[in-house]
């Protein structure tokens, strides 16, 4: 009888010093972003906080001063280092990171891509968390510009680099559905001219795009940076009426012009939900309770239930969200 | 001498020769070059250099140089930036006051540095490019300032005024005759080439070298936050990692290839106004002839690296007598 | 003839009157200056996170900085010269990419570092001749050369970066000499070469020669011009080289990588206490600072203190670290 009673204090104990154990042990998560003031990280960031602060996981991030290749590395290096269980990272790179993310999964760290992928290199990581269904992106946003302008008339695409791969695939699809839709028939695709996310370019090559092309209908820009460029330069050259711009920006940096009528609509995801779907996945594949293969399926309170899909990629939300003079005012980010 | 030789040595002339022709040949491939529509491109293009060109040439010709301008104009927008999202109800003027004063403190640190510890100034600025990047972060907790936090009238200085040339560009062009007539007209500024020119002479002719250096700096310092607002009425917006990176390097290109010499005692604003004007030029040309834009850099490097020989030929007559002074 | 040395032996008295005792000669020096700081820093960091005192953690880090600390070297030569060299990085990054570019034409690997070394040693002829023989002043030359480079491997590459490189190409930073990453190695031991270079052989003195009197050294006999032109080309192709490491290490180039190096570089070299006006400085001072960067950069970073404090401590530590050298050279000479 004591004896029995002394075992079972002693389970008692070890279940209780393992359960306090566990709690002591939380899995620790750290978001990386491409760099440090960047508003679009900063709610995707907002997301994972949220996420960890009912889930129970500890948050970081660290993040470099500028967007290049190699900025990343050290910090990647030094999370290893720390023992962090989840590195999340919007990387700089589809390639030259590969060798870090290689060593960090050989000592047991889970490397999830957030935000866009790494075409070609996707074995390097453990899965990708995508904003939207990216197939969407293309036709979708020639609708919100053919809708503006009536089916018809030059259109122009202001992007990124000439190499940024997001951004290609998404032109690329435009291009598809331009030609392959008879809906789009008369809307003639004139030029794409490539800003690289750069202020400066970006006007300049907005502006070259209005000298060039006097009959100019439309501009596409499916970059944030570009597309409030664009915005801008329509409304210093007093153009807005004549000229419709969409693409893809924040509501922060858009609601100026939706508010003057410079811009009619644009489109965008929720980056917020995919740093709470990030932080969901990631405490669930590191405690084993969702799967990390195409196929499963997992709940996210809030987004519903989440499908991981082929190479391990998931997709945050199917359809992109448009904003207009109607919703802005319910978003900030 | 030649009289293309004459026409060089005669540097305002010069440029303006190298800026007409440049207008032609472009304008001879695309036609749609020479328009009234390029010139607003282009005069829009330049205010933001324009001014923060006068600053970097007057520290030249003290013969000195300062890297540290791109992070100045970021740390004095994010600061204009942050009264603006911060107290919406301030008037516009306060705005320019921060931007202003921020730059100028500066400008003074780095004048402070370059002359008590008599430090080489490219050395000084290259330090402080990232340190005054590093503490505009810290300032702004890396907090982008968005355009719905950019006052509406502000904005509208980029866009017009009553007499239908947009703010910005008045305000470039008057930095620039201010500055011509302070460096022609007033004591100090016949003293800042005075200390360009033979820096170990100028205390001898009773110039306070060392005064005189630290508001040369300080006035690149004001003149730099006078661009950071001029960016961020002009792009509508101000983020603390973007914005004002790299600057240094086109302001510079621009008062070399306006005639500057970078081995003091030499330059004018007419020039630096024509190589800013020249500059603009370039970069609005490259888009309406289809460059790419990966061109614009090795094309600002490569106008440097020429302009800094006709600078050489020219003082030295011409390449042979170059040449054959070479000894050692 | 005795009116002439008469003066002298007064001069004489009066330097003899205040020697400096013999312990602050040895020790009041920059080089000692650099190494109280990394022993500081190395404290400092191992408080700052439990993280931080892992011998093998801080040499992995270093390989990050170790392709800069190995072209410092020969920066820290170019400037004891009198000179400077701010085009390095974009020289890593140009041969970096015409390596990618020729090895994705179809050239072999050896055929394509041998471009990349090349082209090294092309652009540190083209800044020496802007600099030797036109004799323009080195800082606002490769200022130009710069963003040319930089500008050129922008046209070349584009944004894309070039990869796929074979396997036994790739990782260098991960093949160890016994603890110890290659890249590591080959800086120690390139240390060791150019600090033997310039403290013993007759070139290396006439390399201080020329930086503290450019003129006396010409009366002296010494080729100047021929000299520097060496060394310019010395940085060209140390730079290719340290920009092979980078492609190696990364597995890909890309037109910015190494971007903002001119400014790890110069830092290093004014952490090792050369003097910025040329003259004096050493190869172990650089090798020190460089020891002393990485401590610092990898104790913050691992520390997690956030990317806005490292940039005000880099650049507050450059100019710091030159006011300080300044001002011991400035005692020791008088």
């Not at chain 2, 106004?273 to 094309?299: E, K, R, T, Y």
Request: glycine content about 10%; charged content about 15%; some cysteine.
């Amino acid at each position: 009888m004591l004896r029995k009673k002394l075992m079972l204090a002693a389970v008692l104990g070890a279940s209780l010093f393992a359960g306090a154990a566990y709690a002591a042990d939380p899995v620790s998560i750290v978001y990386i972003p491409k760099n440090t003031g960047n508003p679009y990280f900063d709610s995707i960031i907002k997301g994972f906080e949220d996420g960890c602060k009912t889930l129970g996981c500890e948050f970081t991030t660290v993040a470099p001063a500028s967007a290049e290749a190699t900025s990343q590395i050290p910090f990647l290096t030094a999370q290893i280092q720390r023992g962090v269980n989840v590195v999340a990272i919007s990387p700089n790179s589809p390639d030259a990171l590969n060798q870090v993310f290689d060593r960090a999964r050989s000592k047991g760290t889970i490397i999830l891509s957030v935000n866009s992928d790494m075409p070609g290199n996707e074995d390097h990581r453990d899965a990708a968390i995508l904003p939207v269904d990216f197939t969407k992106t293309g036709p979708s946003q020639v609708e919100l510009l053919g809708k503006q302008i009536g089916y018809e008339g030059e259109i122009a695409i202001l992007s990124a680099t000439t190499d940024a791969p997001d951004q290609n695939v998404w032109i690329a699809a435009m291009k598809d559905t331009l030609e392959k839709d008879p809906k789009y028939a008369k809307m003639k695709l004139v030029t794409i001219a490539y800003g690289d996310d750069d202020p400066q370019k970006s006007t300049t090559e907005t502006e070259a795009l209005l000298a060039n092309y006097p009959n100019l209908k439309g501009i596409i820009s499916p970059t944030t940076v570009g597309v409030a460029a664009a915005a801008q330069v329509v409304e210093t050259a007093k153009k807005a009426d004549k000229i419709k711009v969409v693409g893809l920006g924040t509501p922060n940096q858009m609601r100026r012009f939706i508010e003057n009528g410079t811009v009619e609509a644009f489109q965008l995801w929720s980056p917020y939900n995919e740093g709470l779907l990030a932080a969901h996945f990631a405490v669930g594949v590191k405690n084993g309770t969702i799967k990390n293969e195409p196929g499963t399926t997992f709940e996210v309170p809030g987004l519903g239930k989440v499908t991981v899909g082929e190479k391990s990629v998931i997709k945050t939300q199917a359809d992109l969200t448009t904003f207009d003079k109607k919703n802005i005012a319910d978003f900030n980010f | 001498m030649s009289s293309i030789a004459r026409l060089l040595r005669a540097r305002e002339a010069g440029i303006l020769v190298m800026l007409v022709l440049f207008a032609l040949v472009v304008g001879l491939i695309q036609p749609r070059f020479l328009t009234a529509e390029t010139l607003r491109i282009v005069l829009l293009a330049v205010p933001l250099i324009m001014v923060a060109a006068m600053g970097q040439m007057m520290v030249l010709v003290a013969r000195h140089v300062d890297l540290s301008i791109g992070s100045i104009l970021g740390f004095s927008a994010i600061a204009a930036g942050m009264i603006f999202r911060d107290h919406p109800d301030w008037p516009l003027f306060i705005g320019f006051g921060v931007a202003l004063l921020s730059g100028a403190l500066l400008g003074l640190f780095n004048g402070l540095v370059v002359t008590l510890f008599k430090l080489p100034s490219i050395i000084v600025t290259l330090g402080t490019l990232s340190l005054y990047r590093g503490l505009l972060f810290i300032l702004s907790g890396s907090k982008q300032i968005d355009p719905n936090d950019i006052p509406e009238p502000l904005i509208k200085m980029a866009q017009t005024s009553p007499i239908d040339i947009p703010w910005i560009v008045i305000i470039a062009f008057g930095v620039a005759l201010a500055t011509h007539v302070f460096l022609t007209y007033s004591q100090i500024g016949r003293q800042i080439y005075a200390i360009g020119s033979n820096p170990a002479a100028a205390p001898l002719r009773g110039i306070r070298v060392m005064p005189v250096t630290i508001l040369v700096f300080t006035l690149s310092g004001a003149l730099a936050g006078l661009a950071g607002i001029i960016y961020a009425a002009r792009f509508g917006y101000v983020n603390p990692g973007i914005t004002g990176v790299g600057f240094e390097f086109t302001v510079i290109a621009a008062v070399v290839i306006g005639g500057v010499s970078i081995n003091g005692g030499v330059g004018s604003v007419a020039g630096t106004v024509l190589g800013v004007l020249f500059l603009g030029a370039v970069q609005v040309a490259l888009p309406i002839l289809g460059v790419s834009g990966f061109w614009q850099n090795a094309i600002y490097g490569g106008i440097i690296l020429i302009a800094l020989v006709i600078d050489r030929t020219v003082r030295q007559g011409g390449l042979r007598g170059l040449l054959a002074r070479g000894g050692a | 003839m005795s009116t002439i040395e008469s003066p002298r032996p007064a001069v004489i008295l009066r330097e003899a009157a205040k020697p400096r005792p013999r312990w602050q000669v040895i020790l009041v020096r920059p080089e000692t200056v650099t190494f109280l700081l990394l022993i500081i820093a190395t404290i400092v960091a191992t408080r700052l996170s439990p993280f931080f005192a892992d011998l093998g953690f801080i040499l992995e880090s270093s390989t990050y900085y170790v392709e800069f600390a190995i072209v410092a070297l020969v920066l820290t030569i170019v400037i004891i010269s009198g000179e400077i060299d701010l085009s390095p990085a974009a020289q890593m990054a140009l041969s970096a990419c015409l390596f990618g570019t020729a090895y994705r034409a179809g050239a072999p690997i050896p055929v394509a570092i041998l471009v990349s070394l090349v082209s090294g040693l092309a652009m540190g002829a083209f800044n020496a001749f802007f600099i030797t023989v036109l004799r323009l002043p080195s800082i606002i030359v490769t200022i130009g050369t710069l963003i040319l480079y930089r500008g050129l491997a922008q046209v070349l590459a584009g944004d894309k970066s070039i990869g796929s490189f074979p396997g036994w190409f790739v990782g260098i930073d991960y093949r160890m000499i016994g603890i110890v990453p290659v890249p590591v190695m080959i800086f120690i031991i390139a240390s060791v070469l150019l600090g033997l270079f310039l403290g013993i052989t007759i070139l290396g003195r006439q390399i201080y020669q020329i930086g503290t009197s450019e003129v006396a050294a010409i009366h002296a006999g010494i080729r100047v011009r021929r000299i520097k032109f060496g060394l310019f080309l010395a940085s060209g192709l140390t730079s290719s080289i340290a920009g092979l490491l980078t492609a190696s290490r990364l597995g890909s180039v890309r037109y910015d990588l190494a971007s903002g190096g001119e400014l790890t570089m110069v830092l290093i070299v004014m952490l090792g206490g050369t003097y910025i006006f040329g003259g004096r400085g050493s190869i172990l001072g650089t090798f020190l600072a460089a020891w002393l960067l990485v401590i610092i950069a990898t104790g913050m970073t691992v520390a997690n203190i956030a990317i806005n404090a490292q940039l005000t401590v880099m650049g507050l530590l450059l100019i710091v670290s030159i006011i300080a050298t300044n001002a011991i050279y400035a005692r020791s000479q008088r």
